[in-house]
């Protein structure tokens, strides 16, 4: 039991000082702009998905040191909705 124990809290101190990531990418707008290091007057990459076409995010990141590229999580493949016919008479 002691070994056991030994073990959970060991291990629980591990993964808790590991750094964990948020996701990048949105999935809800299907084009990111990767915004990198330096821009803003700060370091660090960062992507912006909250564009609905390439040539809107260009149109943003004119002037900047950034990129516009689609985003690999925006759901392309799925399937439309059903469309509902009513019948009337």
Not at 1 to 11: A, P
Not at 13 to 41: E, K, R, W
Not at 72 to 79: E, I, M, Q, T
């Amino acid at each position: 039991m002691r070994h056991s124990l030994g073990l959970f809290v060991t291990l629980g101190a591990i993964l808790s000082a590991a750094p964990s990531h948020a996701q990048t990418f949105d999935p809800s707008y299907p084009v990111c702009m990767h915004v990198y290091s330096g821009a803003n007057g700060g370091g660090g990459e960062w992507y912006d998905c909250s564009f609905t076409s390439i040539p809107q995010c260009r149109a943003t990141a004119s002037g900047r040191a950034a990129v516009c590229d689609l985003n690999p999580y925006y759901p392309v493949n799925a399937p439309p909705p059903r469309l509902r016919h009513r019948r009337i008479g």
